[in-house]
């Protein structure tokens, strides 16, 4: 897979994963690098995704037309966390301005308490510490042949799921290697293989460096 190949599924919307008739709720809103997010929960997940979407600063769009729920039949389905936060993948300008032009609702900010508990759940790193008082280095693979413990890369849970960062935490023997997700650290840890795994666009994994 090339970068700009891997950059281009990163922006695909997974399109086959929603279910329109359970659908009740649409989680919908910008990253702090500006790109489009939006998901849908069903009726059990509706009340816990709200307080997310309130944690997270995104909206929610409550699904009551045929209109609404066929635009969430266009989106992946989310999940939420035990923290309090939930997976919003990424989504296509189109669809989120379609998202926009119906409104929504921004719901109040939980309680200062749920957020500071959410926020002490988090770990400080997605990469595992090294032996040693050594600190490891986040940053941006710039080749397959780079990929290392510490490197940030695309991965995907499947045929039409997309592709996010993912941050290497181990090497394993036969070029296997097990990572987090970048933006999901509550997520468990997986394992893929080097020829499974994407390249950031050089702007990207520069920014990802620190």
Known sequence: ?????????QADVPQADANPVTATLIV?????NQKPHASWFDEADAPLAEKAAGL???KILRLTTDEQRG??????????????????PFVNKTLYGQLEAMGGETPPPPDPAII???????????????????TQQVQGATSWATITVGSVVLATEGHMEGWFEAVVT??????????????????????RKRGH????????AAKASK
């Open 1 to 9: 897979m090339s970068t700009n190949d891997a950059d281009a599924k």
């Open 28 to 32: 919908f809103g910008l990253d702090q």
């Open 56 to 58: 997270m600063e995104m």
């Open 71 to 88: 635009l969430a039949g266009k989106l992946p389905k989310g999940r939420v966390f035990e923290s309090g936060k939930a997976f919003v």
């Open 116 to 134: 500071q508990a959410a926020l002490d759940d988090e770990p400080v790193s997605s990469v595992d510490a090294p032996s040693g008082d050594e």
């Open 170 to 191: 181990a090497a394993k023997p036969n070029s296997l290697f097990t990572l987090k997700w970048r933006d999901w650290p509550d997520e468990a840890p997986f394992v």
């Open 197 to 204: 795994l994407g390249l950031l666009p050089p702007a990207e």
